[in-house]
């Protein structure tokens, strides 16, 4: 009987669906200036790509290399990024509209903090934010998890138990 290998298409959905679950509960409790969590995320992130990496490894029976087990956390995080820009997108516009509207107000209320900013400059980057908002925010999650997903793929890979098989080594025995 042949060995199942779970597909990097099934690992994206799941982890990408652990951090669309995440990120609700930190909008739904209003959670977003908690700082540790977003490192929570992150580390969640890059520990569901190593277990995958090891997964893959071990669903391989060890017989691949470092690059075959980079490239399959890569694939992974690609397809949780697809996942994290489709949500964001979906989020920002449909599902939490308001959303942009409070991160802005916590914008506003940092920048009041500094007082070398004026009230005109305050304005000008509210008004340069709100314009922004939405390539900002995708360019931060393709940038920001293929950057996880990278961290993740290269311990994951490194961290894999591997004997690859040299396929120019002839076999002597006869």
């Known amino acids: 009987m042949e060995k199942q290998i779970t597909s990097h298409i099934v690992k994206g959905a799941i982890l990408g669906g652990i951090?669309?679950?995440?990120s609700i509960i930190i909008y739904i409790f209003n959670l977003y200036t908690t700082q540790w969590l977003s490192w929570l995320s992150y580390a969640i992130l890059v520990?569901?790509?190593i277990y995958g990496n090891i997964l893959f490894a071990n669903q391989n029976?060890?017989?691949?290399?470092f690059g075959n087990i980079f490239a399959h956390g890569f694939k992974t995080t690609a397809v949780i990024i697809v996942i994290t820009v489709l949500y964001t997108v979906l989020a920002l516009y449909v599902l939490f509209p308001d959303m942009v509207d409070k991160i802005i107000e916590l914008s506003r209320t940092e920048m009041l903090k500094n007082p070398n900013m004026t009230d005109?400059?305050?304005e000008q980057g509210m008004t340069m934010t709100k314009k922004l908002f939405l390539p900002f925010a995708v360019a931060g999650a393709i940038f920001g998890t293929g950057f996880i997903g990278a961290i993740g793929s290269l311990i994951g890979a490194a961290v894999a138990k591997k004997?690859?098989?040299d396929p120019f080594?002839?076999?002597t025995a006869q």
Do not use: A, R, T
């Open 61 to 65: 029976d060890n017989n691949v290399s």
């Open 120 to 122: 005109e400059m305050i």
């Open 19 to 22: 951090s669309i679950l995440f």
């Open 163 to 165: 004997n690859p098989v």
């Open 47 to 49: 520990g569901g790509i």
């Open 169 to 171: 080594k002839q076999d």
